[in-house]
Structures are given as structure tokens and as C-alpha cells.
């Protein structure tokens, strides 16, 4: 069975700082993917950035950084130089990429950026 | 990234109807769709998946004749909401699965619909 763990309910940054939104996940699956998606009070669901298991390197998407700790099984999500807009909900998510096509979301983070 | 519409935004209906949610992947076609509820605060749990020209798969402990689902083309999923009561208010949303550049897949998700049932 898959599983998702967002341990921050809620996070707050200062404009213009780095924040860190964690994420960690368990699979028996060797092949997988890794997703956050943001979202604002309207609802509307963003994608934001995606992790393959089997990528050497961290996936990047200009101020997005994904900080995957194989070993740990943590996909970390890195945003830099935070924006008022950053304020949103965002969630964590995952694909076992062999046997099914649909997402198993995380609780998700409710983030902050203060001016 | 590809684009997924939804419709209606937002509906108040009587308890005892029936209310239809469209969902259209625009610019490319989609042979599954999938169907999530989310209480405010919480996370998204999926309610079903949705494939064209075959019977929906519903999630455990979601009524099938509750939430009718038609995949009637590539572009074009609908979910209806019969006899609707107030505990079936919620946000529902929809997505559809297209390529990234790199070649794996990922979601692209409809606006959403808040259904409030009087």
C-alpha cells in the first residue's frame, strides 16, 4: 500500500525567504513518482513539479526545487525567494508508476508568506 | 501545461435533484479521467476513475448509483450527483492524465465545482 505524510498542517515564511514543505512517503513499489501541486483558495489544483524514482538528480522548476532523499524516502519541497501569491495549500503526492495511473495525495500544507 | 475545464464553477440546487459536472480535457484527449471529492481542509479522495466507452471504476465505499459517471468521448467526462442531500455538498474536481516534456505522466486537474445542496 502507498502512503503520503505531510506533518506540517500549517507554515509560515517571510516574503522573499526559502521555505521547506515536507513530505515523505512509503512504497514497496521500486518504480514511482513524486508530485506537488499547489492550491489556492479558488481550488484550482497547479502542478507544480514532478520526481521520478529513478532520477539522478533533483528536479528543479525555476523558484520549485524538489529535495528527494531516496534512502529517507522524503521529497521535499523547496521554494525560494517566497511571493504573497505563494500563499496556498500544497499537497504532496504519489504514483506507483507499474500498476496504477492515479495520484494518493497527502494531507497537505497550508503555507503562509508574510509580507 | 494541458488544460482541463470544468463545469458549472459553482451550483445551488434543492435537495431531491439531480445535478451534472462536466469535465473536458481542451487541448488533448483523454482516455481516463478521474473524479475527487474535497471537504474543506482536507485532502483530495478519489471517487472514482472514469474511461471512455467503459464503465467507471468506483473507489471503496463510493455509491455508483449516487455519482453517475459517462465517459461518452476522449474529451468529455461527466459526473452527476442524483437526488442530491446536503452531506453530498462539497468541492468536486476533476483531472485527466497527459505527458510532461520528459515523458511521464502527471495530472492536470479542472477548476472544480462546489456543489452546495439547500
Known amino acids: 500500500a502507498q502512503k503520503i505524510t505531510q506533518t506540517q498542517p500549517g507554515m509560515f515564511v517571510q516574503e522573499k525567504e526559502a521555505v521547506t514543505l515536507d513530505c515523505t512517503y512509503d512504497?514497496?513499489?521500486?518504480?514511482?513518482?513524486l508530485f506537488w501541486y499547489k492550491q489556492p483558495s479558488s481550488g484550482e489544483m497547479i502542478f507544480l513539479i514532478y520526481q521520478g524514482s529513478y532520477d539522478q538528480q533533483n528536479a528543479t522548476e525555476g523558484r520549485y526545487s524538489l529535495n528527494f532523499q531516496k534512502a529517507r524516502k522524503s521529497a521535499n519541497l523547496v521554494i525560494s525567494a517566497s511571493q504573497l501569491g505563494d500563499s496556498a495549500m500544497y499537497f504532496c503526492?504519489?504514483?506507483?508508476?507499474?500498476?496504477?495511473?492515479?495520484?494518493?495525495f497527502g494531507s497537505g500544507t497550508q503555507l503562509t508568506v508574510l509580507p | 501545461g494541458a488544460v482541463v475545464s470544468q463545469h458549472p464553477s459553482r451550483v445551488i440546487c434543492k435537495s431531491g435533484t439531480s445535478v451534472k459536472i462536466e469535465c473536458r480535457s481542451l487541448?488533448?484527449?483523454?482516455?481516463?479521467m478521474f473524479w475527487y471529492r474535497q471537504f474543506p481542509k482536507q485532502s483530495l479522495m478519489l471517487m472514482a476513475t472514469?474511461?471512455?466507452?467503459?464503465?467507471?471504476?468506483?473507489e471503496q465505499g463510493v455509491e455508483k448509483d449516487k455519482f453517475l459517471i459517462n465517459h461518452a468521448s476522449l474529451t468529455l467526462s461527466t459526473l452527476t450527483v442524483t437526488s442530491a442531500h446536503p452531506e453530498d455538498s462539497s468541492f468536486y474536481i476533476c483531472?485527466?492524465?497527459?505527458?510532461?516534456?520528459?515523458?511521464?505522466?502527471?495530472?492536470?486537474f479542472g477548476p472544480g465545482t462546489r456543489l452546495l445542496v439547500l
Open positions: 512504497t514497496s513499489d521500486p518504480s514511482y513518482g
Open positions: 483531472s485527466a492524465p497527459s505527458s510532461l516534456a520528459g515523458g511521464e505522466e502527471t495530472q492536470y
Open positions: 472514469s474511461n471512455e466507452g467503459s464503465k467507471a471504476t468506483y
Open positions: 487541448d488533448f484527449q483523454a482516455t481516463t
Open positions: 503526492a504519489m504514483r506507483e508508476l507499474r500498476s496504477a495511473r492515479q495520484l494518493t
